[in-house]
Structure formats: C-alpha cells, structure tokens
C-alpha cells in the first residue's frame, strides 16, 4: 500500500520562505518504482481551481513551474527515498493555499496517481 507524508506548512509572513517536503513509500499496484513518477506540487484555495505549482521527473530531474510561481519557488527530488522538495521564496498572501503533493505516471494508458492529504501554507501581510 503506497503512502505519502507531506509536512513543512505553516504560517509566515510576506517575503519569508518555506520548504515543503513530500515522501512517497510502499509497492505501487504496477509494481513501478516511484523513480519513474513525475511528482509535483499542487495548490487550492477555497473558491478556485486547483493550480499547479511545480514537476519534477525523478528520472531525468527535468522541472516545471506554473506562472505565478516561476522565479520563486523551486522544486527538487530525491531519487534514494522517494521525497520532493518546494523551496516556496519570497512568499506573499496569493501563495496562500492547501498544497498538496502527487506522483503519477502512466500505466498501461491509465494513469496511476497518489495524493498527499494536503498541507496548509498560510502567508501574513
């Protein structure tokens, strides 16, 4: 059974920072090993979608960031544990949200994903 352990949210305020971490462990149903999974950061906020943040493939390490993050949050991984990283900088009450850590790849044409439970970050003005 897989299991996922986000932890590093909290309350700051503007400008300040924060790191996110995010561990992934347990058989995965394929039988795929979680180096193979691109992994990545979501964020919601009560109201609106749901917005990306940030990818990373533990394969090759290739990284992706939405718009409103590029610049100022960085994502890295892991590779011997499973775990990705968000480096949040320069942080303002817009990054205010649940994030919620994932991994998913493609199995077969159906994607296989997992979710974190979601952590709050919260960011004072």
């Known amino acids: 059974q897989v299991q996922v352990a986000e932890s590093g949210g909290g309350l700051v305020q503007a400008g300040e920072s924060l790191r996110l971490s995010c561990t992934f462990s347990g058989r995965t149903p394929s039988g795929r090993a979680f180096s193979s999974y691109a992994m990545g950061w979501f964020r919601q906020v009560p109201g609106k979608e749901r917005e990306h943040v940030a990818t990373?493939?533990?394969?090759?390490?290739?990284?992706g960031y939405g718009n409103s993050v590029k610049g100022r949050f960085f994502i890295s991984g892991d590779k011997a544990d499973n775990t990705v990283y968000l480096q949040a900088n320069s942080l303002g009450p817009l990054d205010t949200g649940v994030y919620y850590c994932y991994a998913d790849t493609d199995v077969d044409g159906s994607r296989d994903d997992y979710w974190g439970q979601g952590i709050q970050v919260t960011v004072s003005s």
């Open positions: 990373i493939s533990l394969h090759d390490m290739r990284t």
